[in-house]
């Protein structure tokens, strides 16, 4: 029986739906492991988790799929690239693609060494001993080789150059597990260009900081008084429900690593951890899962389980939480009508403290070590040097056995400190342990886009400062849903933020944003 295209697509959306079900009930299992699981359930949670994700693979590598693809693809359904049909086949055909192409040894393979390096990692870390590292991590370096040599095959749908054939091959296939369509020369342009900004910024800031007595850990001496857990809770739920995360459809819980997980349409989840004596961990680290959380609550929920239904890229993601917690939760609009009622519900801590002081504290910045615990601004040049790093791990420049030697002599020149030891060094970061090379680059590409789409907001949204000011940010937030969240994966993100702000995306706005803000504050 002939099937038609219509058919063969209605099929697929089918299919899709399906799937998006199965991909949201592991992740509710992994909320849930997180949050609540008691640690005796923890086997039976892995063969949850390990049945789920073979009925999925299963399922997603049917070849009744590639055969749907194809009618569909040959029909006139796909004949506006940007119609719903043409933009899900497109990213429908991709994920297929890649889930195929690998060979299932390899698979297999990638599955078992990354779940024992992850452990060993752990280990070394605790041990702060590279060499105990180092023998697994050469054995994820050689299959995502082998990874990215497979995939670097694939015809590129997105992009009108064809696939990569260049020495970029395999790391701009590894990139698409994370920013479709980006390209590795294209990502090393806009991160030097950002790093010969930041490198002379963070000097001048660190002069000015010296000058105005708030060096080191003086500056942000504020933020590590007493902020009773209660009121935090109180305070941060306040905030993160004014910015327009909806509790109805949402919820805020405790765990050990913050995070944010989209279960499904109506149903958002975002995660935070207290201390007392860290006001910013909670309430940044809130904002930037609301963040986060805004984007989930704001796909189409007709389109769940399709592309159109998710996320454009790791990189957009990442500039929703960037924006939320950086453009505007550190900023002075913001705190002008904030701060007053933190000074009310923190009466104690913050008494004696002024507005400037408090927004001199927040924007407080210092190079250091560890990446998450970073400052908006050096936090930039820890990912440049991962995203160079990995890259000559992956095609050979670097041996695994120098990177320790490599990673401290690039702390040393781009932010001018050196590890004392490997496990605040090179083994701090539980992503290459888990295979995850050509990830680094998207929380980068996040504070880019975020600072560009944040300018674009301003210049059209006449009197943002001053609604902020008012704690008011719907207007904000509709002009984020309308010129990024209802897409989904309608356009790559590249074209995505082009068609958001008027240009590709470009670091210079990140840099005039850090540049005024650090003169207004600091003079310098
Ligand atoms: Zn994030």
């Known amino acids: 029986m002939l099937t038609t295209a219509q058919t063969a697509y209605e099929t697929l959306v089918a299919k899709a739906r399906e799937l998006g079900l199965l991909s949201s009930c592991s992740a509710l299992l992994a909320w849930d492991e997180q949050t609540s699981m008691p640690t005796g359930g923890s086997t039976h949670r892995g063969e949850q988790m390990a049945l789920l994700a073979g009925l999925h693979h299963e399922r997603a590598t049917d070849p009744k799929i590639g055969e749907l693809l194809s009618i569909v693809e040959a029909s006139d359904l796909v004949?506006?690239?940007?119609?719903?049909?043409?933009?899900?086949?497109?990213?429908?055909?991709?994920?297929?693609?890649?889930?195929?192409?690998?060979?299932?040894?390899?698979?297999?393979?990638?599955?078992?060494?990354?779940?024992?390096?992850?452990?060993?990692?752990?280990?070394?870390?605790?041990?702060?001993?590279?060499?105990?590292?180092?023998?697994?991590?050469?054995?994820?370096?050689?299959?995502?080789?082998q990874e990215g040599d497979c995939l670097a095959t694939i015809p590129d749908s997105g992009s009108q150059t064809g696939g990569s054939h260049n020495e970029n091959a395999r790391y701009d296939a590894l990139l698409e597990d994370y920013e479709p369509g980006a390209k590795t020369a294209e990502l090393a342009g806009l991160f030097q260009a950002l790093k010969v900004e930041l490198v002379p910024l963070i000097r001048q800031i660190g002069e000015a900081s010296v000058r105005l007595g708030r060096a080191g850990s003086a500056g942000d001496q504020i933020l590590r008084r007493t902020y009773p857990l209660e009121r935090q809770k109180v305070f941060v739920e306040a905030a993160a429900s004014a910015v327009g995360f909806d509790?109805?459809?949402?919820?805020?819980?405790?765990?050990?690593?913050?995070?944010?997980?989209?279960?499904?349409?109506?149903?958002?989840?975002?995660?935070?951890?207290?201390?007392?004596?860290?006001?910013?961990?909670?309430?940044?680290?809130?904002?930037?899962?609301?963040?986060?959380?805004?984007?989930?609550?704001?796909?189409?929920?007709?389109?769940?389980?399709?592309?159109?239904?998710?996320?454009?890229?790791?990189?957009?993601h990442e500039s929703q939480s960037r924006l939320w917690e950086n453009a505007v939760g550190r900023g002075r609009p913001f705190w002008s009508y904030w701060f007053p009622v933190a000074r009310r519900v923190f009466y104690e801590a913050l008494r004696d403290v002024?507005?400037?002081?408090?927004?001199?504290?927040?924007?407080?910045?210092?190079?250091?070590?560890?990446?998450?615990?970073?400052?908006?601004?050096?936090?930039?040049?820890?990912?440049?040097?991962?995203?160079?790093?990995?890259?000559a791990l992956l095609s050979g420049?670097?041996?695994?056995?120098?990177?320790?030697?490599?990673?401290?002599?690039?702390?040393?020149?781009?932010?001018?400190?050196?590890?004392?030891?490997?496990?605040?060094?090179?083994?701090?970061?539980?992503?290459?342990?888990?295979?995850?090379?050509?990830?680094?680059?998207?929380?980068?590409?996040?504070?880019?886009?975020?600072?560009?789409?944040?300018?674009?907001?301003?210049?059209?949204?006449?009197?943002?400062?001053?609604?902020?000011?008012r704690g008011q940010s719907a207007e904000l937030l509709s002009w984020l849903r309308s010129a990024v969240h209802r897409h989904g994966q309608c356009y790559r993100p590249r074209t995505l933020i082009e068609r958001a702000t008027g240009a590709p995306p470009d670091p210079s706005y990140l840099v005039a944003a850090l540049r005024q803000k650090y003169e207004e504050l600091f003079g310098l």
Not at 402 to 426: F, R
């Open 247 to 316: 509790f109805e459809r949402g919820r805020l819980d405790v765990t050990a690593h913050p995070f944010c997980t989209g279960i499904g349409p109506g149903d958002t989840r975002i995660t935070t951890r207290y201390d007392q004596h860290q006001f910013g961990d909670a309430f940044f680290g809130v904002l930037h899962e609301v963040g986060h959380g805004l984007y989930e609550q704001g796909l189409p929920a007709e389109h769940f389980g399709t592309p159109l239904g998710e996320a454009a890229s790791l990189g957009v």
């Open 397 to 469: 420049d670097l041996p695994v056995g120098e990177l320790p030697s490599a990673w401290n002599q690039k702390y040393g020149e781009t932010l001018g400190i050196a590890p004392g030891s490997d496990a605040v060094g090179c083994l701090q970061d539980i992503h290459w342990s888990a295979g995850l090379v050509g990830y680094f680059p998207t929380y980068t590409l996040g504070n880019i886009y975020a600072a560009q789409l944040f300018a674009r907001a301003k210049s059209e949204l006449e009197g943002l400062d001053g609604s902020l000011e």
């Open 354 to 391: 002024s507005l400037d002081a408090f927004l001199a504290a927040v924007n407080h910045v210092t190079p250091s070590l560890i990446r998450v615990q970073a400052d908006e601004v050096t936090y930039n040049l820890h990912i440049i040097i991962r995203f160079e790093l990995e890259q």
């Open 79 to 145: 004949a506006q690239a940007d119609s719903a049909p043409a933009a899900n086949v497109r990213e429908l055909r991709r994920a297929f693609e890649r889930r195929t192409r690998l060979p299932r040894e390899l698979v297999e393979e990638l599955a078992r060494t990354t779940s024992l390096a992850q452990q060993e990692w752990i280990a070394a870390r605790r041990e702060s001993s590279f060499p105990r590292f180092a023998p697994w991590l050469e054995k994820v370096v050689r299959l995502k080789r």
